[in-house]
């Protein structure tokens, strides 16, 4: 792993923190993609049953009610907020386990770089998972509330608290104190970095997109079908249960789940950039190496 080494704590140019981010995959992609399977493939499995179960009864189930119950248009809801709930909590879930195992997974990385020990990430990932998800929790709520205000507060917000985990799992801080911190690094890029964050966004989007495909043309043609042979009702029930259909969109989950790790991994370079560039930290950790030998 030596010869493939990346200093994480240094500054970085706006096309570095995305060729860096490729590069780190690119090098790394069999211990990292391997031990993140292995730790969170619970998970994985739990949302991918979250979001099937999700995606069924938004669609075939909606109409449904909408067919049989016309007089109640609100009864759809109240059968439709277990798979809200279940879709909400697997998605957290697997949120917190991805933020957390790609931070510590860097931060073993930066430690060690001969080898990556898995079980000291998931130890660390499990003592400190009520503290991580508290944290989420705080962030999650404070971009919520901020867009729930005229849009902008939340956009704001969530460029910073973007890599409010990094600043929690790489400095030690409380989780409130890791929340303030990441506005103080953000001062004076806060632009140059929601920049960063919006073609991460579009590149991710666009690779999802790839995967989504042949699901989106799969629907078409069942749906097409569907409606020719059969009353809409019952084409919409037979699109929504297709088990081709079912299997088609959790291989798109799956793949969204995975690529969103790409943009995980640049929000940890965004936190050592905006790090140096604040406070020099890598610099000046350097300088002592020097003195020291």
Same mark, same amino acid.
């Given at each position: 792993?030596?010869?493939?080494?990346?200093?994480?704590?240094?500054?970085?140019?706006?096309?570095?923190?995305?060729?860096?981010? %490729?590069?780190? /995959?690119?090098? *790394?992609?069999?211990?990292?993609?391997?031990?993140? %399977?292995?730790?969170?493939?619970?998970?994985?499995?739990?949302?991918?049953?979250?979001?099937?179960?999700?995606?069924?009864?938004?669609?075939?189930?909606?109409?449904?009610?909408?067919?049989?119950?016309?007089?109640?248009?609100?009864?759809?809801?109240?059968? %439709?907020?277990?798979?809200? &709930?279940?879709?909400?909590?697997?998605?957290?879930? @697997?949120?917190?386990?991805?933020?957390?195992?790609?931070?510590?997974?860097?931060?073993?990385?930066?430690?060690?770089?001969?080898?990556?020990?898995?079980?000291?990430?998931?130890?660390?990932?499990?003592?400190?998972? &009520?503290?991580?998800?508290?944290?989420?929790? @705080?962030? #999650?709520?404070?971009?919520?509330?901020?867009?729930?205000?005229?849009?902008?507060?939340?956009?704001?917000?969530?460029?910073?608290?973007?890599?409010?985990?990094?600043?929690?799992? #790489?400095?030690?801080?409380?989780?409130?104190?890791?929340?303030? *911190?990441?506005?103080?690094?953000?001062?004076?890029?806060?632009?140059?970095?929601?920049?960063?964050?919006?073609?991460?966004?579009?590149?991710?989007?666009?690779?999802?997109?790839?995967?989504?495909?042949?699901?989106?043309?799969?629907? /078409?043609?069942?749906?097409?079908?569907?409606?020719?042979?059969?009353?809409?009702?019952?084409?919409?029930?037979?699109?929504?249960?297709?088990?081709?259909?079912?299997? &088609?969109?959790?291989?798109?989950? %799956?793949?969204?789940?995975?690529?969103?790790?790409?943009?995980?991994?640049?929000?940890?370079?965004?936190?050592?950039?905006?790090?140096?560039?604040?406070?020099?930290?890598?610099? #000046?950790?350097?300088?002592?190496?020097?003195?020291?030998?």
């Amino acid at each position: 792993m030596q010869q493939n080494y990346q200093e994480f704590k240094r500054v970085r140019e706006f096309g570095d923190l995305f060729s860096d981010t %490729f590069a780190f /995959i690119s090098n *790394h992609w069999k211990s990292f993609f391997g031990g993140f %399977f292995k730790l969170a493939w619970p998970f994985i499995l739990i949302a991918l049953i979250g979001n099937t179960y999700y995606q069924v009864e938004a669609t075939g189930n909606f109409f449904d009610e909408a067919f049989t119950n016309p007089q109640n248009p609100f009864s759809f809801f109240t059968n %439709f907020i277990p798979s809200i &709930l279940l879709l909400a909590i697997s998605s957290f879930l @697997l949120t917190v386990v991805s933020y957390s195992y790609v931070n510590l997974y860097i931060k073993a990385f930066i430690d060690n770089k001969e080898e990556i020990d898995l079980q000291n990430i998931q130890n660390e990932m499990y003592n400190k998972l &009520l503290s991580i998800s508290g944290l989420q929790i @705080l962030v #999650f709520l404070s971009v919520f509330v901020g867009l729930i205000f005229c849009l902008l507060p939340g956009i704001y917000l969530l460029v910073p608290l973007s890599f409010a985990l990094s600043v929690y799992l #790489f400095e030690n801080k409380s989780v409130t104190d890791a929340y303030a *911190h990441t506005f103080q690094l953000i001062r004076d890029n806060w632009w140059i970095t929601f920049a960063a964050i919006i073609v991460m966004s579009i590149i991710i989007a666009f690779a999802g997109g790839i995967f989504q495909l042949p699901a989106f043309i799969y629907t /078409i043609i069942k749906g097409a079908t569907s409606f020719q042979e059969t009353n809409p009702q019952e084409a919409l029930n037979s699109i929504s249960n297709d088990y081709v259909m079912i299997a &088609l969109n959790a291989i798109a989950s %799956f793949a969204t789940y995975i690529l969103n790790l790409a943009f995980i991994i640049m929000t940890v370079y965004i936190y050592f950039n905006l790090n140096e560039r604040q406070f020099g930290t890598g610099s #000046f950790e350097q300088i002592d190496e020097i003195g020291n030998e």
